[in-house]
């Protein structure tokens, strides 16, 4: 008579790898892929003013902002995988609310997405910390852009044709999409993390550890990196859309471009590459300055839209350069023992960029037109550029000299 035995899969949940996570990040930008051109639309339908859009962006990014940085105070409360649950279902219940189309219930809509999206990324970047190796962070961080490239680049595209098709339907399938990724996140059983442990000692205040993120210039100028790097991404997906509206460009035209130039994530494997043979300084001063350049030149060029939008499309391929490298400094700089507190700050870049972005547009666009935002956004771009002059030319080598970070084929999968 044979014993039957549990198999080990089911007895013991696998140690979740580069690759698992990498999964998980595509499940997600086949959810949010398909909204990040669509909601533009659908607010300025609904509000019919770019400044009113604005205004709406800043007071979403305050409240998202908030969220965020009370993930790991909620985090004492509620194991991280119900908090990372809860976020997932806000992405499910904003999709479906936009479906009305009004004014209020798209505004709703958009909020709960973006706290979603908040509350998921400082839950993943936790994860990630705990489970891979400091070396395999930069392979980790390209995997997961690479396996997210497919949602990036069908998906802009594909929401405002299903759009214009019919209006629904581009929110149906985000919900979907955000469902599968839940699934895939409970299959993955990553539980609670590594290093939670039941703590006897009162929640500890969500703004108590600033001090201690302030203290460190590292992680402030990699924070500082992501923050303008994202406004970068503002400008582009925003008002991108409404500068191809206002100047006859089509409704579609925005959604194609951000496909196309999302198409470039299936790069970052040779971003990577070529980043290992200079150096993470030299990759994040490139991004940095030419992308300011191209944006500078897209203001410049406004009275041509085609030629203000090629410039802006190849401008946005280096932001996805700094996708790659820019998150790197902040990463490699965060202690073991600070890892959930400093992935709520970093998250935080999101909702900081979604203050700051709106906020200056709804300023600009009381003297300038569109396209005034390209050159703000360029300027910003710019800035980095000079700040990250500072960054030390060793930073992701290991004592040795060599490279720190590894290669998508390199380590274990």
């Known amino acids: ?50 400044a ?55 505004v709703l809509g958009l909020l709960l997405t973006t706290i979603s999206t908040v509350i998921t990324f400082v839950c993943f970047n936790a994860y990630v910390l705990d489970y891979i190796a400091r070396i395999e962070l930069g392979r980790c961080e390209t995997s997961r852009m690479f396996y997210s490239a497919l949602g990036w680049t069908i998906g802009p595209a594909l929401g ?28 993955m059983r990553l539980g609670n993390g590594k290093l939670i442990t039941k703590s006897r000692k009162p929640p500890t205040n969500p703004l108590a550890f600033l001090p201690r993120f302030w203290s460190q210039p590292r992680l402030v100028a990699g924070w ?37 130039s999302n198409g470039a994530l299936f790069l970052t494997p040779l971003m990577l590459r070529w980043m290992q043979r200079r150096s993470i300084k030299r990759a994040v001063r490139t991004g940095f300055f030419v992308a300011s350049t191209l944006f500078v030149l897209s203001a410049l060029f406004s009275g041509l839209p085609w030629v203000s939008l090629l410039c802006l499309m190849f401008g946005s391929f280096f932001l996805i350069l700094l996708d790659v490298s820019a998150g790197l ?10 890892r959930t507190e400093m992935s709520a700050v970093y998250a935080s870049y999101r909702d900081v960029s979604g203050i ?38 060793r930073l992701g080598q290991n004592r040795a000299g060599a490279p720190d970070i590894q290669s998508p084929k390199a380590g274990r999968a």
């Open 52 to 106: 009113v859009v604005s205004k709406a962006y800043f007071g979403i990014g305050i409240c998202s902002l908030i969220a965020g940085l009370m993930v790991p105070f909620v985090s004492r409360f509620f194991p991280r995988r119900w908090v990372y649950i809860l976020g997932a279902s806000f992405f499910v219940t904003g999709a479906l609310l936009a479906i009305k189309g009004s004014p209020e219930a798209t």
């Open 329 to 338: 400094p902040f990463l490699l700089a965060v202690k073991p023992s600070e």
């Open 356 to 393: 700051i972005t709106p906020g200056v547009a709804w300023l600009i666009l009381l003297v300038t037109p569109v396209a005034g935002l390209f050159a703000a956004g360029g300027a910003g771009l710019l800035g980095a550029w000079v700040l990250s002059g500072r960054l030390n030319p």
């Open 224 to 260: 500082l990196f992501a923050v303008i790097r994202s406004c970068g991404w503002w400008v582009y997906v925003v008002y991108l859309p409404i500068f191809a509206i206002e100047n006859g460009l089509g409704d579609q035209t925005s959604g194609i471009a951000l496909s196309i």
């Open 1 to 50: 008579m044979h014993e039957r035995r549990i198999p080990e899969w089911l007895r013991h949940a696998p140690a979740p790898s580069v690759r698992g996570f990498a999964l998980l990040a595509g499940a997600e930008a086949m959810a949010r892929g398909i909204l990040i051109s669509v909601f533009p639309l659908a607010m300025y339908q609904a509000l019919q003013d770019a």
């Open 160 to 187: 405002v044709i299903l759009m214009s098709w019919w209006r629904p339907a581009p929110f149906i399938v985000a919900a979907v999409a955000s469902s599968l990724m839940l699934g895939l996140f409970l299959f």
